[in-house]
């Protein structure tokens, strides 16, 4: 059985280039471990409003937040060394921030080279014409949406009963 890392992240804006990873949460499709880690922003003034009130930041949650190297350090500790493939859903969203940040921390990637993006997968198995919003696909598939403020573990737990469901 192929080893998946499901990853959602909450960030601060929608680009890459600008704003930054504010959480992470992960699934193993393997074991159903999960992982989850806030991480401490630099540039909070930066940040768009509408972003940080999705996913319900406040800076006294963010206190004991890890450092962004830190984080990622946490991360490639529970994804481990046997390169599992990287899946998230809208993946090149995710993607943009996460390799970024592991060349601006100058850490190893630790997933295999190949992506997998689950939006696709949803795109190819459902009905033409549904809106493939993560919230509108957990629904048709009888899988419980995240709540109205996003916290990462939540989505790549949403995103993890959709991949069962779908695969």
Not at 4 to 17: A, C, F, Q, Y
Request: hydrophobic share 40%; aromatic share 10%; net charge negative.
């Amino acid at each position: 059985m192929t080893n998946i890392i499901i990853i959602d992240l909450e960030t601060t804006g929608l680009s890459s280039d600008k704003h930054e990873i504010i959480e992470i949460g992960a699934v193993n499709t393997t074991t159903s471990e999960t992982f989850e880690c806030k991480v401490h922003p630099l540039r909070i003034k930066e940040a768009d409003p509408e972003s940080l009130k999705i996913n319900g930041y406040n800076k006294i949650e963010w206190e004991e937040a890890f450092s962004l190297s830190n984080a990622l350090k946490l991360l490639n500790e529970f994804v481990g060394v046997n390169q599992p493939y990287f899946m998230a859903y809208n993946a090149l969203f995710d993607l943009s921030f996460l390799e970024k940040a592991y060349r601006d921390c100058a850490l190893p990637w630790p997933f295999h080279y190949h992506k997998l993006d689950l939006l696709t997968i949803a795109w190819d198995r459902l009905e033409k014409g549904l809106s493939l919003e993560l919230k509108n696909v957990a629904s048709v598939l009888g899988v419980s949406p995240e709540s109205a403020v996003h916290h990462a573990l939540a989505g790549a737990e949403c995103a993890y009963q959709i991949y069962k469901k779908l695969i």
